[in-house]
Every structure is written in structure tokens, then in C-alpha cells.
């Protein structure tokens, strides 16, 4: 480190020193895979698309006790993943509008009003200077205003799990086109996810090209944020807008970690929006990627015991695959099924490579870390 506090190299881990530590798995706010858990977040969809709504239920559902409620808390009839206080901060929506539409949110998961000490609202939409982060034009540096030193430090005091910022325009006056401008933005909104550990969701007006992918200005916005979740009307509802029945779909046309092009259909009723798909059968997640993740360990387990060791490379004779596909008990998985829980399972750390044999020789073979059945 120099006199100006500044070091001289990059942050450096050395893969090898990976070998011994488990890698946080990946996890998301809700049951649709839509919000990535402690990073940022996009919500895009036209205006009174109704993003404001769903995060609203979103938000009561993370912010619901789970001492009173110790039960699943639900968003759109699948579990909540998170926990724990919560910051809406909008930019549009006075307290007293969020009020009447919490009013509905209680009454459609069965709570009182009194049951949301954790989710605290912040009403900044009369202000003149409500932008957390500004620039003085295309091509100047985006700075944080005394507004987000402020937010910043409400942050640290109420240590939230989850951020919803209602919107990008009102909060960030930055020239939407500017690639730089887009990259700070989300960068400065990321940098807060990590350091607080926390998930940020930015909700977004998609431009009038983007209504499809909820994408608007510079490809820098959507290339910062890990997951972008678009709010729009079902491709037969009324293009026009005159009519609205209020059905809704939310789809991801941007995912880092989850799949592409997911979605759930949404009716509005009552207040709030429902989800109109079938629910998960009991036992979904055992489908074809449990089943072969499960078949994958157990092999593995079985061929370690019995002294024959299995490869990673899948350029070794004894690639783990194509071993395990030949197996008789490899109960019907398909080739390529058993390479992605290879590789899913390798991911998660659930099993790793070490070498074996004389040091020379350079080998390496998989072994089970943790088997969970």
C-alpha cells in the first residue's frame, strides 16, 4: 500500500486455494428464480404494468415475521427463500398510495398490518432531490449525491435482506444512453448488495423497443445487473391498451444463474396479482436433474469404494460420464443429463478432484464430498 491508501496489486486467490472451501451456493429471493439473492436486480415493465404491486407482496412476504409466522412465508403461492427486514424506497408512490395497496396485501396472505415491523417504507417522492446518484451530462462522471450517503447509511442501521428501489429514473439522473453512466450505475447498486449483503431489486421503464426483453438505453443497464425480470401483458391481451383484463406474465429475458426465459402467469384480482399456473407437484424438485444428481453421487460413492476412480477431463479414458452411462445402475439417465450433475454437483461442492498415485504421474479422480441421501 502507498502513501494514498492505494495497493499496488489486484485482490488474488489462487485456484488452488479453492480446493479445501465450499462455494456459497447459488440462491434467489423467491420460488420463480427471478431475483438472485444478494446482488442487484432488475424489475422492467411499462407503466402501471404493475411492478409496484408485486413487489409490494414480494417485500411483505420477505418482511413477515418468521417467529409469529413460522410457517413458508408466500409470493405468488411459492415459498419466499429470505427472511428479514426490508427497504422499499420509492421515487414515485407516496407513503399513503403504498398504504391503500399494503391494505390489499394483508388481507390477500391473511396478516395485519401491525405483522410488517420489518418492512419499512421510504417516501421520497416529493422531493426536488431525490436522485441517489447524478451526473452532470454525457461523458461526465456519475457522483453520489448527499441523498445516498444518507440512504447508504440507513442501509448499515437497518442491515435489510432485501433493497426495492421504485425507480431508476427517479433515483438516478444519468443520461440513460451512456454506457459509462449505466455501467456506475449498477456497479455503485452491486458494490452495495456485497457489502451489506444484501439483494437489491431496481425497478425499470423499459424503453418502447424494449418492451419484449424490458431493456432501455445503453446495453450497459442490462449488462450489470445478474438477472432482469420483465412485467408485461400476455402476448394475445390487448396490444392497444384500451382494454386491460389483468392478466400479467413475468419473464426473465436476462439470467446469470438461473434459466432463460422462465415465467409465471399472473391475474390481477382483488387488489393483487395471483399466480395462475399449476402449482409444483410435491416432490418436483426430484424430477430428472434431482434424479440424476442423486444417480451421479451414488455411483460415485460405489465406484470410489470399489477402487475405481473416475475423471473430470473429458478427454480420460475414464471420463466419469461415459463410465457411469455404461453402468447398469445408472437407472435410464441419459449421457448428457449425467454430465450436467457432474458438473452442477462440481459447482456446488458437493464433489472434488484430488490426486492419487505417485506425484509424477499427475492423476486425478472425483470423490463425493457431501452425499445427502
Same mark, same amino acid.
Given at each position: 500500500?502507498?502513501?494514498? *491508501? ?10 488452488? +486455494? ?38 409490494? +407482496?414480494?417485500? %411483505?412476504?420477505?418482511? @413477515? ?6 410457517? !413458508? ?9 429470505? $427472511? *428479514?427486514?426490508?427497504?422499499? /424506497?420509492?421515487?414515485?408512490?407516496? %407513503? ?20 410488517? *415491523? ?42 435489510? /435482506? @432485501? ?6 429514473? +427517479? ?19 452491486r458494490a ?7 439483494? /437489491? ?32 401483458? !400476455? ?30 402467469? @399472473?391475474?390481477? %384480482?382483488?387488489?393483487?396479482? $395471483? ?11 426430484? *424430477? ?10 451414488? @455411483? ?16 480420460? +479414458? ?22 450436467g450433475a ?9 464433489? $472434488? ?5 505417485? !506425484?509424477?504421474?499427475k492423476t ?10
Open positions: 500500500m502507498d502513501s494514498t *491508501g492505494h495497493t499496488h496489486f489486484l485482490p488474488m486467490v489462487r485456484a488452488s +486455494q479453492l480446493a479445501t472451501v465450499k462455494p456459497t451456493p447459488v440462491e434467489f429471493v423467491d420460488g420463480f428464480q427471478l431475483f438472485l439473492k444478494g446482488d442487484l436486480n432488475y424489475l422492467s415493465g411499462i407503466g402501471a404494468a404493475g411492478k409496484t404491486t408485486i413487489c409490494l +407482496q414480494l417485500a %411483505a412476504a420477505v418482511a @413477515l415475521s418468521p417467529h409469529k409466522y413460522p410457517g !413458508p412465508a408466500l409470493w405468488l403461492d411459492r415459498p419466499v427463500n429470505v $427472511r *428479514g427486514p426490508v427497504m422499499f /424506497v420509492s421515487g414515485e408512490e407516496t %407513503a399513503n398510495t403504498l398504504h391503500l395497496a399494503l391494505l390489499d396485501v394483508c388481507v390477500d396472505q391473511g396478516i395485519g398490518m401491525d405483522d410488517l *415491523g420489518n418492512l419499512v417504507l421510504h417516501d421520497i417522492s416529493a422531493r426536488d432531490d431525490k436522485a441517489l446518484l447524478s451526473s452532470a451530462g454525457r461523458g461526465k462522471p456519475v457522483v453520489k449525491t448527499a441523498l445516498f450517503h444518507t440512504f447508504k447509511a440507513t442501509v448499515a442501521s437497518l442491515r435489510p /435482506v @432485501l433493497i426495492i428501489l421504485d425507480n431508476r429514473a +427517479q433515483i438516478a439522473h444519468v443520461d440513460e444512453i451512456d454506457r459509462g453512466h449505466a455501467t456506475a450505475v449498477g456497479n455503485t447498486f452495495i448488495s456485497a457489502e451489506h449483503e444484501t439483494t /437489491v431489486i431496481l425497478l425499470t421503464h423499459p424503453s418502447v423497443s424494449g418492451e419484449k426483453d424490458g431493456r432501455s438505453g445503453s446495453t450497459g443497464w442490462n449488462n450489470t445487473a445478474r438477472n432482469t425480470a420483465l412485467m408485461c401483458k !400476455p402476448k394475445d391481451a390487448d396490444e392497444d391498451g384500451d382494454s386491460d383484463d389483468g392478466r400479467r406474465q413475468l419473464k426473465v429475458p436476462k439470467a446469470n444463474r438461473s434459466k432463460m426465459g422462465l415465467r409465471a402467469n @399472473l391475474q390481477w %384480482a382483488a387488489g393483487v396479482y $395471483r399466480c395462475t399456473d399449476q402449482p409444483p407437484r410435491a416432490g418436483e424438485d426430484i *424430477g430428472r436433474e434431482g434424479k440424476a444428481r442423486r444417480v451421479f453421487l451414488g @455411483l460415485l460413492k460405489w465406484h470410489n469404494e470399489n477402487g475405481i476412480s473416475v475423471s473430470l477431463n473429458t478427454k480420460a +479414458q475414464n471420463y466419469a460420464p461415459k463410465v457411469f452411462f455404461a453402468h447398469p445402475d445408472r437407472e435410464g439417465c441419459a449421457y448428457r443429463v449425467l454430465e457432474m458438473h452442477f454437483l462440481h459447482k456446488n461442492g458437493q464433489i $472434488r478432484t484430488v490426486s492419487y498415485g505417485p !506425484p509424477s504421474d486425478y479422480r472425483l470423490e463425493v464430498v457431501k452425499c445427502n441421501f
